[in-house]
């Protein structure tokens, strides 16, 4: 669940939100408990509600809070009004318009999801809606030309590769390999790791993806000995058993892997661990 960034993205919007407020502010100053009424766009149903479901409820905890107190938006009464993306673009941009249409909601907490976020904030654009993520990555939505109202208290994917690059000078990896999962997020990230690796003369002896299966991936990083690999998915688990299977005979405590998923990043020099809690 995300209640930490949940919890600090409601602070953020609030004090972003004083501008619209102020406006308003000025047409009506009886606004004593006025509702002010903030929109969340999160999967809390489908595949991704194992983790969605709880930003509802860390916002509405926040907003619980912020409500007791009187040195914040004194004049008004925040109100939630949340809707199910259950992480599908296609639903996202009819929960956006949705927002649009009925004119109620003033700002957006989230997409949580970069796919839909690209989609929402892209339309957002046009009609001036705030949006706040939690949670999505893509590196995209940097860009300010596209998604000039879109803000996130993450960052994007590929912030990641200084990180990347830092590590491999420490500890003097030349050659290196980069493998992600063909999705859009990742795909980004890993060739803008590789842009880094070439202009900070590391050389990348291999560069591969994979869709479900990383199986045949793995083969390939064992078959040419690579050392060193950067991973980009969201298949963790699946894909750390193969590489357990496929290089415990190779003596897998020579492979370091740096691996991205979310706000987890593992750096191990030993796979053997992961056995303990899957079944690999």
Known sequence: MEFASSRWI?????????????????????????????????????????????????????????????????????SLVQRDTEGNTGLGNKVFYDFLMEKQVRLILGPSRSNVAESAGATGKYYNMVQVSPSAGSGELSRKDIFPHFFRTVPALSATNRTFITIAKRFHWNRIAILYQSRELF?????????????????????????????????????????????????STITMCEVTKSLQSSGAISYPWYIIKRNLVWLKDSLFQITSWCLC
């Open 10 to 78: 409601v602070t953020f919007t609030c004090l972003a939100a004083q501008g619209v407020i102020h406006a308003v502010s000025l047409k009506n100053s009886t606004t004593q408990g006025r509702p002010l009424y903030i929109g969340s766009m999160a999967p809390m149903t489908g595949r991704r509600a194992w983790w969605g479901a709880g930003i509802p409820l860390a916002i509405e905890m926040a907003f619980e809070d912020i409500n007791k107190r009187s040195d914040i938006l004194k004049e008004y009464k925040l």
């Open 187 to 235: 795909a980004s990230a890993a060739t803008s790791l590789r842009e880094e690796c070439h202009k900070n003369n590391i050389e990348v002896i291999s560069y591969g993806s994979f869709l479900l299966d990383p199986k045949s991936q793995i083969q390939h990083l064992k078959d040419i000995d690579v050392r060193i690999i950067f991973g980009f998915f969201s298949l």
